[in-house]
């Protein structure tokens, strides 16, 4: 168990739809990271939020978005779903930013787009 | 643009031999990360390599960076079947602001008796 908590594990829907994937980071970490991991793209970074603010950014799409809040929770935001995204989307998390220390993943969410 | 190259993506194994796992990158970085994933789990931080010549090892799993290269090895010594998984090998380009980790494609592992 990484400590790194997502809900839901699983989250089908429809195409055009808006869904919210929540994550709380480990005890104690600061900085939370969400990825993507499909068939045809692998894992890839998305964003990263240290202590409420945005930190660094990937390949994250203008209808994603993503929050860090006070108690340092943080959400990802998909919108206007397209089938494409159906994926399995985790969120990491780790001490501080600029750290050595490695990143700790969560189950993470399997997304499905019908 | 960074790209991380695992190589081989697939390897079968023998129990009891020995194998190694290829990850080059293509831009400077001294940090690189080896993640282990289970079917349909999460990722499993195996190894933290920070500087040239770093090597760690854990169990059958020893794991070195060479930056000149740009490569780093995970070498897998007297296969066994718990070893079965696929195998990440991930480049961090952190800067000041924060960290990104850029994921290699993973090389799924197979231990067959």
């Known amino acids: 168990d990484s400590g790194v908590t997502q809900t839901p594990k699983h989250l089908i829907t429809a195409t055009g739809q808006r869904v919210t994937l929540r994550c709380s980071p480990r005890?104690?970490?600061?900085?939370v990271y969400w990825y993507q991991q499909s068939l045809d793209q692998g894992l890839q970074f998305l964003i990263q939020y240290y202590n409420g603010e945005e930190r660094a950014k990937g390949n994250i799409l203008e209808r994603f978005s993503a929050q860090q809040f006070p108690d340092l929770h943080s959400e990802l935001n998909l919108s206007s779903l397209e089938l494409g995204d159906s994926a399995l989307y985790f969120c990491?998390?780790?001490?501080?930013?600029?750290?050595?220390?490695?990143?700790?993943f969560g189950d993470g969410t399997r997304l499905s787009i019908l | 643009e960074l790209k991380v190259e695992q190589n081989p993506l697939f390897l079968s194994m023998q129990e009891g031999k020995n194998y190694t796992i290829y990850c080059n990158y293509s831009?400077?970085?001294?940090?690189l990360y080896w993640y282990r994933q289970d079917p349909g789990k999460s990722l499993e931080s195996l190894f933290v390599?920070?500087?040239?010549?770093a090597v760690k090892q854990e169990g059958r799993l020893m794991a070195s960076l060479d930056t000149k290269a740009r490569l780093s090895t995970l070498h897998i010594t007297a296969a066994v079947h718990d070893l079965s998984a696929t195998y990440f090998c991930?480049?961090?380009?952190?800067?000041?602001?924060?960290?990104?980790?850029?994921f290699g494609g993973g090389t799924r592992v197979l231990v067959k008796p």
């Open positions: 991930a480049v961090d380009t952190a800067k000041a602001a924060g960290n990104k980790l850029t």
């Open positions: 990491a998390s780790s001490e501080g930013t600029y750290s050595n220390q490695p990143q700790h």
């Open positions: 831009t400077t970085s001294d940090r």
């Open positions: 005890s104690g970490d600061l900085s």
């Open positions: 390599l920070l500087s040239n010549g």
